[in-house]
């Protein structure tokens, strides 16, 4: 008779003395002059000092800022501890063109891609040359056949790729539910991760999780949240989603007396926003910070989050002039 095995216990009874560690993970976008350089390398030390699990660099429209971008991410794995998630979109560039970039993300060391289609290009340029990729589905499929080419050089490993998750219906969906199809058809293409775009009310992430349950959406699918501290890129993250946010905030946010008072009430919301998506099965949290660390600190001090422990990581080091020009 064998022996009883650990495994035959409900996964509940194992680990009911052991907290599952949250997810952390901040958003940052390159420098788009200079001047900006400083600011953001203060942000990234001070976001390093939580250990975070992973840090996302954005990508501009169509690659529009490729080179600030692959320049912050070789300095982020040279010279933090930071683990970069690097964004890619599809829109507007070839199959071989993007091949080529996921090659040399994966030589540079990044291990995680998150795959968007990307926005349309607002000047009436071409999107769609001979050979493009139109869907994020397709971009993932292209990661993961660049990636087995390279699997000796992974040591037979996978690289992390995340997509993007809707709580609300996107702009251009029919409906809400497309959403959900579209987010399993992205899990089938060997997506291992979703980050939601930016909502305002928690019952908005949990009925997204469960229509993706239903569905058979079965990876993690991470709030994205962003401070609310600011009353302009509210509105403006209103007019995008099509859902406002509590007309009680925006009052709230309005009548503050100063940027302190501003940033208190906006911390405060955030806060209880986090707390609610983290009750109702949240695996981790993603912070949007805008290039500026104050806030998502402020928040996750509130929050006490589980996290594991980790060594230190690489010794600081003074930051290098990261753009020799102005690249807007």
Same mark, same amino acid.
């Given at each position: 008779?064998?022996?009883?095995?650990?495994?035959?216990?409900?996964?509940?009874?194992?680990?009911?003395?052991?907290?599952?560690?949250?997810?952390?993970?901040?958003?940052?976008?390159?420098?788009?002059?200079?001047?900006?350089?400083?600011?953001?390398?203060?942000?990234?030390?001070?976001?390093?000092?939580?250990?975070?699990?992973?840090?996302?660099?954005?990508?501009?429209?169509?690659?529009?800022?490729?080179?600030?971008? =692959? !320049? @912050?991410?070789? $300095?982020?794995?040279?010279?933090? &501890?930071?683990?970069?998630? #690097?964004?890619?979109?599809? /829109? +507007?560039?070839?199959?071989?063109?993007?091949?080529?970039?996921?090659?040399?993300?994966?030589?540079?060391?990044?291990?995680?891609?998150?795959?968007?289609?990307?926005?349309?290009?607002?000047?009436?340029?071409?999107?769609?040359?001979?050979?493009?990729?139109?869907?994020?589905?397709?971009? =993932? !499929? @292209?990661?993961? $056949?660049?990636?087995?080419?390279? &699997?000796?050089?992974?040591? #037979?490993?996978?690289?992390? /790729? +995340?997509?993007?998750?809707?709580?609300?219906?996107?702009?251009?969906?029919?409906?809400?539910?497309?959403?959900?199809?579209?987010?399993?058809?992205?899990?089938?293409?060997?997506?291992?991760?979703?980050?939601?775009?930016?909502?305002?009310?928690?019952?908005?992430?949990?009925?997204?999780?469960?229509?993706?349950?239903?569905?058979?959406?079965?990876?993690?699918?991470?709030?994205?949240?962003?401070?609310?501290?600011?009353?302009?890129?509210?509105?403006?993250?209103?007019?995008?989603?099509?859902?406002?946010?509590?007309?009680?905030?925006?009052?709230?946010?309005?009548?503050?007396?100063?940027?302190?008072?501003?940033?208190?009430?906006?911390?405060?919301?955030?806060?209880?926003?986090?707390?609610?998506?983290?009750?109702?099965?949240?695996?981790?949290?993603?912070?949007?910070?805008?290039?500026?660390?104050?806030?998502?600190?402020?928040?996750?001090?509130?929050?006490?989050?589980?996290?594991?422990?980790?060594?230190?990581?690489?010794?600081?080091?003074?930051?290098?002039?990261?753009?020799?020009?102005?690249?807007?």
């Amino acid at each position: 008779m064998s022996p009883p095995s650990i495994l035959t216990d409900p996964l509940e009874r194992v680990s009911a003395d052991h907290q599952a560690p949250v997810a952390l993970s901040y958003e940052l976008f390159p420098p788009r002059t200079p001047s900006a350089v400083d600011g953001l390398w203060a942000t990234i030390r001070e976001l390093e000092s939580t250990n975070p699990d992973y840090v996302s660099v954005t990508y501009g429209a169509s690659g529009s800022n490729r080179d600030t971008a =692959v !320049e @912050l991410l070789h $300095r982020l794995l040279s010279e933090t &501890s930071l683990r970069p998630l #690097a964004h890619l979109t599809c /829109i +507007g560039n070839t199959a071989n063109e993007l091949a080529a970039i996921i090659a040399e993300l994966l030589d540079a060391g990044v291990r995680g891609i998150l795959a968007l289609r990307g926005d349309h290009r607002t000047d009436g340029s071409e999107e769609h040359p001979p050979g493009a990729l139109n869907y994020a589905q397709d971009l =993932v !499929e @292209l990661i993961r $056949r660049v990636e087995q080419r390279r &699997s000796a050089m992974l040591a #037979a490993g996978k690289v992390a /790729i +995340g997509v993007a998750a809707y709580p609300t219906r996107h702009p251009e969906s029919p409906s809400e539910q497309h959403d959900v199809e579209v987010l399993l058809a992205k899990q089938r293409s060997g997506a291992d991760f979703a980050i939601t775009q930016v909502f305002f009310h928690p019952e908005q992430y949990a009925d997204l999780l469960s229509r993706a349950k239903r569905a058979g959406v079965s990876i993690p699918i991470i709030p994205g949240v962003m401070p609310f501290t600011s009353v302009k890129r509210l509105e403006r993250l209103a007019q995008l989603t099509g859902v406002q946010p509590a007309p009680e905030l925006l009052t709230a946010l309005s009548h503050a007396q100063d940027d302190g008072e501003r940033r208190r009430v906006g911390v405060r919301a955030t806060t209880e926003l986090a707390k609610a998506v983290l009750q109702v099965g949240a695996p981790g949290l993603h912070l949007y910070t805008f290039n500026q660390h104050q806030a998502a600190l402020e928040v996750l001090d509130r929050l006490d989050l589980p996290r594991p422990t980790r060594p230190a990581g690489r010794s600081s080091q003074q930051p290098s002039q990261l753009l020799s020009k102005d690249p807007s």
